[in-house]
C-alpha cells in the first residue's frame, strides 16, 4: 500500500504495489474496486498495470512504516507501528493511526480462529505522529522542522537518545535547520550523543553548534572531541565566544569555574531599578542566566544580588541597592563541585554567582549545571525517562 505524506493530517492511499510474474506494477486507487482484511479486488486486470516507480512524498506501508519508529509529537516518545490502522473516509481511504502494542503481534502468533479473541491495543493518532523517512528512497522526504519545533529541545534529547543512531541523525539533521534549536538540543543531549553526533562532523560544521551553545556547555563538548581536532575547531569560533572557551578551558571541569557561565547580566552602582530592567532587556544572555543581576561598585567589585522580578516591583527611580541583596553568597573558581552544591542548597540558590579573588564577577552556576555533575551517567534511562516504547 503507497500512501502520499504531506497532504493533512492523515495521508491517503494513493496507490498499490502489486507484483505480476515477479515484477511489480503500480494499481492506482482508481483501479480498486474492494479493499478488506481478506484481500483487494482490481477493477482492472493485473497484467494491464503499468510498472511502479516510487515518487517524491509517497511511502510503501509495509516496507517503510510497519514494525519502525515513529515520532509520537504529543507524547514525545518514540512508538513502533506493529499495526497501521486504515479507514474509509468520505470514500477515500487513509492512514488514521498505529497501534504500538504487542497485541498485533500475538495476534499474529495465533491460530486464524482464534486471532479474534485478542482486543486491538489503544490506537495512537496520525495526526500526532512523524514517521522517520531517511530511510525512503525518495529525496525530497524530509522531518519537517515545524513539527519537531513544537518539543522542548529536552525532549528532542530524549528521543534522540532513545532511538537508534540512524534516526537520531535524522532528528539532529531536522533540527539543523533552525541554528539555535539545534544547540539547545545538544546541550540537553548525554556527553555520549553529544560526541556521537558530531565525530562525522567538518571542523566549521562543529564550530558553528558550539559557537551557538552555551559556553559552559560547549566548553564541556570540546574537551570530549578527540584531542587533535580541539585546537582547530577553537580557531574557527568567532573572536568572543572563543575567548570565553579558552578562559573555561583554565579552569579543572570539577571546579566553580568549570561549571560557571561567564554570561551574565551586571549593573554598576549608583544605578537605578529602571536602569537595571534596561540592561536586561538590551543583554543577550540565556533567560535562566539574565533572572539575577549582579551588583558591582563602581571598581568592578560585585556588592549583592538582585532577582529581576524584584526590580520589576521596585520604585523605577529607586536606587538599585535598596533591593539588593548584599553580601552575597559567592565562591571562587577553585571551589568543588560539592562546595558549590553545599553552598546552593544552604542559602536556596537557583543561581551562584562565581568572583575572581578582588570579588570580580566571573560568571555565575545555575543549578542544572550542578545536577548534571552529580547524578550518574545514563540517570534518565536509569530511572525509567527514556522516550523508548517496545
Known amino acids: 500500500m503507497i500512501v502520499g505524506l504531506g497532504d493533512g493530517p492523515y495521508p491517503p492511499l494513493t496507490g498499490l504495489v502489486v507484483t505480476v510474474s515477479g515484477k511489480d506494477r503500480f494499481a492506482h486507487m482508481h483501479d480498486v474496486a474492494a479493499l478488506a482484511h481478506d484481500g483487494v479486488r482490481l477493477s482492472t486486470r493485473a497484467e494491464t498495470l503499468g510498472p511502479f516507480e516510487r515518487r517524491p512524498g509517497e511511502v510503501l506501508l509495509v516496507k517503510d512504516v510497519a514494525g519502525r519508529h515513529l515520532i509520537h509529537l504529543k507524547g514525545a516518545r518514540l512508538v513502533r507501528a506493529n499495526e497501521i490502522e486504515l479507514a474509509c473516509v468520505s470514500g477515500r481511504w487513509v492512514v488514521i493511526g498505529v497501534d504500538p502494542s504487542s497485541r498485533p503481534m500475538m495476534r499474529r502468533l495465533l491460530p486464524r480462529s482464534a486471532r479474534d479473541r485478542v482486543e486491538a491495543g489503544g490506537l495512537v493518532d496520525w495526526a500526532e505522529i512523524e514517521p522517520f523517512v531517511a530511510h525512503v528512497p525518495t529525496a525530497r522526504l524530509r522531518i519537517p522542522l515545524r513539527q519537531l519545533a513544537r518539543l522542548h529541545p529536552a525532549q528532542l534529547a530524549d528521543l534522540v537518545e532513545a532511538a537508534s543512531h540512524e534516526e537520531g541523525a535524522e532528528i539532529i539533521a531536522a533540527v539543523g535547520g533552525d541554528r539555535e534549536l539545534e544547540a539547545d538540543v545538544f546541550e540537553e543531549l548525554d556527553m555520549e550523543h553529544q560526541v556521537e553526533f558530531l565525530r562525522s562532523r567538518s571542523d566549521e560544521q562543529v564550530a558553528r553548534v558550539l559557537t551557538a551553545m552555551a559556553p559552559d556547555d560547549a566548553v564541556d563538548l570540546l574537551e570530549e572531541l578527540d584531542q587533535e581536532r580541539r585546537l582547530p575547531i577553537l580557531q574557527l569560533l568567532p573572536a568572543v565566544p572563543q575567548r570565553k572557551l579558552r578562559s573555561l578551558l583554565s579552569y579543572n571541569p570539577e571546579t566553580a569555574g568549570g561549571l560557571m557561565n561567564p554570561d551574565f547580566v551586571s549593573v554598576v552602582l ?38 529581576v522580578v524584584e526590580l520589576l516591583r521596585a520604585d523605577p527611580a529607586a536606587a538599585v541597592d535598596t533591593v539588593t541583596r548584599l553580601e ?39 543549578v542544572d549545571d550542578v545536577l548534571e555533575r552529580l547524578l550518574p551517567d545514563g540517570w534518565r534511562r536509569q530511572y525509567g525517562m527514556s522516550s523508548a516504547t517496545g
Open 270 to 307: 549608583p544605578a537605578t531599578a529602571a536602569e537595571a530592567l534596561d540592561t536586561v532587556k538590551a543583554s543577550k544572555v540565556a533567560p535562566q542566566a539574565a533572572g539575577v543581576v549582579l551588583v558591582t561598585d563602581p571598581v568592578g567589585q560585585l556588592l549583592g544580588t538582585v532577582l
Open 328 to 366: 552575597p553568597v559567592a565562591l571562587t573558581p577553585d571551589a568543588d563541585v560539592h562546595e558549590v552544591s553545599r553552598a546552593m542548597s544552604d542559602y536556596n540558590l537557583a543561581v551562584l554567582p562565581v568572583v575572581d579573588e578582588q570579588g570580580a564577577p566571573l560568571g555565575l552556576i545555575s
